[in-house]
T-cell receptor
């Protein structure tokens, strides 16, 4: 049982490049989330999904897109990366069961 | 969701109990209190949650006041590995849907 797995763990992008962050969970959770965390701050919700084929905007969705084609996977896309998107990104999943499980994070730097 | 107030930082001696307070004076009747922690550079980790009654698991105890306006997370025998940021989150329902993180309390366990 691997829990929540994020790929890649580190990435450096040039401004304007695109990329996709992959998240996979093996707990059969219905809900999945993408958060970002900037230095000295708490996590902020980017997008989330309450089931396969569904997505919704969170607190800071601009500049990101997501897809949930399979229940176990949740993809986060950056179409045209900007330096303001330099951050640590966390994927998470929940329900059923107590607690939300988080991945180990992806450190993204946009130069 | 009700707002929470936590001290920005606390210290604790190794082997002693760590008592982390949280104020949630506007909590409503169907809102749960959740605690998570984030060890440096890692994803947050679920610790415990409760509604009215005190709760205990293998990680910690949660004490909720009778009026539910505040709570305390207790780590009975803190170790150096318990040094982390601890987040108190108030959320309606029991499914952890869309957690909102504040800045939490940085607990430093000293040898």
């Amino acid at each position: 049982n691997a829990g929540v797995t994020q790929t890649p763990k580190f990435r450096v992008l040039k401004t304007g490049q695109s990329m996709t962050l992959l998240c996979a969970q093996d707990m059969n959770h219905e809900y999945m989330y993408w958060y970002r965390q900037d230095p000295g701050m708490g996590l902020r919700l980017i997008h989330y999904s309450v089931g396969e084929g569904t997505t919704a905007k969170g607190e800071v969705p601009d500049g990101y897109n997501v897809s949930r084609l399979k229940k176990q996977n949740f993809l986060l896309g950056l179409e045209s990366a900007a330096p303001s998107q330099t951050s640590v990104y966390f994927c998470a999943s929940s329900y059923p069961g107590p607690g939300t499980a988080f991945g180990q994070g992806t450190r993204l730097t946009v130069v | 969701d009700a707002k929470t107030t936590q001290p920005p930082s606390m210290d604790c001696a190794e082997g002693r109990a760590a008592n982390l307070p949280c104020n949630h004076s506007t909590i409503s009747g169907n809102e749960y209190v959740y605690w998570y922690r984030q060890i440096h550079s890692q994803g947050p980790q679920y610790i415990i949650h409760g509604l009215k009654n005190n709760e205990t698991n293998e990680m910690a105890s949660l004490i909720i006041t009778e009026d539910r306006k505040s709570s305390t997370l207790i780590l009975p025998h803190a170790t150096l590995r318990d040094t982390a940021v601890y987040y108190c989150i108030v959320k309606s329902g029991g499914s952890n849907y869309k957690l909102t993180f504040g800045k939490g309390t940085l607990l430093t366990v000293n040898p």
